[in-house]
């Protein structure tokens, strides 16, 4: 059971550039969400997903995409990098919204 | 739309107690702590349910007052691996919303 995994660990993008941060979960949870972490802010909603197929927005939502084609999998995509996106990126799992939330260990992205 | 904690920060010695406040503007389903070491994922503490149901940890205890829309976290008899940074998060419509954190350092 590896419980939430996340990829790559860290990323260097430049400006412009798109990549995919990847999420996924082992535990049969149908929540799942998408946080950035900036110092000073603490935790900031990007996108949740409260099952397959089904998507919204969080605090934070501009400049990301996500989709949930199936239970275990979350990508979040950045279409076109900015420096305001440096930040950790944290990938969360549920049962719902009102049980534990297990967080992936992160990915710190970096946009010069 | 953030919840906002209390104090931001708190220095403590092992054995002394700490309580901090989280607020929000909206109602709340149900309100959630988490710990945060330096360099790692947020670790879940509690969560307490309208009603007054909580699930979670055994040596620390928490308050969740609907109708203010607040919520306390007690730490007592402070130990040194209760280092890190709270978060509380709130539960709107779907969405756990966290508040921007309480760093917490315990001293010998």
């Known amino acids: 059971n590896a419980g939430v995994t996340q990829t790559p660990k860290f990323q260097v993008l430049k400006t412009g550039q798109s990549m995919t941060l990847q999420c996924a979960q082992d535990?049969?949870?149908?929540?799942m969400s998408w946080y950035r972490q900036d110092p000073g802010m603490g935790l900031r909603l990007i996108h949740y997903?409260?099952?397959?197929?089904?998507?919204d927005q969080g605090e934070v939502p501009n400049g990301y995409n996500v989709s949930r084609s199936t239970t275990e999998d979350f990508p979040l995509r950045l279409l076109s990098a900015a420096p305001s996106q440096t930040s950790v990126y944290f990938c969360?799992?549920?049962?719902?919204?009102?049980?534990?939330?297990?967080f992936g260990p992160g990915t710190r992205l970096t946009v010069l | 739309q953030q919840p906002v904690q209390s104090p931001q920060a708190v220095i403590l010695r092992e054995g002394e107690d700490a309580v901090i406040n989280c607020s929000s503007s909206?109602?709340?389903?149900?309100v959630h702590w988490y710990r945060q070491k330096h360099g790692e994922a947020p670790i879940f503490l509690m969560i307490?349910?309208?009603?007054?149901e909580q699930k979670g940890h055994d040596k620390i205890s928490a308050s969740f007052n609907e109708k203010k829309q607040q919520s306390s976290l007690y730490l007592t008899a402070s130990q040194l691996s209760y280092s890190g940074t709270y978060f509380c998060?709130?539960?709107?419509?779907?969405?756990?919303?966290f508040g921007t954190g309480t760093r917490l350092q315990v001293f010998p």
């Open positions: 909206k109602a709340l389903y149900s």
């Open positions: 535990m049969n949870h149908e929540y």
């Open positions: 997903s409260v099952g397959a197929g089904i998507t």
């Open positions: 969360a799992s549920s049962l719902g919204v009102a049980d534990t939330q297990y």
């Open positions: 998060g709130t539960e709107m419509t779907d969405k756990l919303i």
């Open positions: 307490l349910l309208k009603g007054g």
